[in-house]
């Protein structure tokens, strides 16, 4: 299978909770799964979404 790769870097004060509710958001309605999150020791996540590609056009990411 072949999927497509989105790197997202969140910000310190963005807390677990609100991060969650945005990667579930994008999930519903853009296909995206959580492929890998690093924390780092400053606060910033660094999350990797990932999604199969497929012959018909999916909307992207929203930031």
């Given amino acids: 299978m072949d999927y497509e ?4 870097r969140l910000p310190p004060n963005v ?3 609100t ?6 958001i994008q ?3 853009s296909g995206w799964e959580l492929a890998r999150v ?3 020791r400053d ?3 660094q999350v ?3 999604r199969r590609l497929v012959n018909k056009t999916q909307p ?4």
Avoid at 5 to 8: E, F, K, R
Avoid at 19 to 24: M, N, P, T, V
Avoid at 60 to 63: C, D, E, K, R
């Fill in 5 to 8: 790769y989105a790197p997202l």
């Fill in 15 to 17: 807390d677990r909770s």
């Fill in 19 to 24: 991060a969650e509710a945005q990667l579930a």
């Fill in 27 to 29: 999930a519903e309605f």
């Fill in 38 to 40: 690093r924390l780092f």
């Fill in 43 to 45: 606060g910033t996540r």
């Fill in 48 to 50: 990797m979404l990932r």
């Fill in 60 to 63: 992207g990411l929203s930031y």
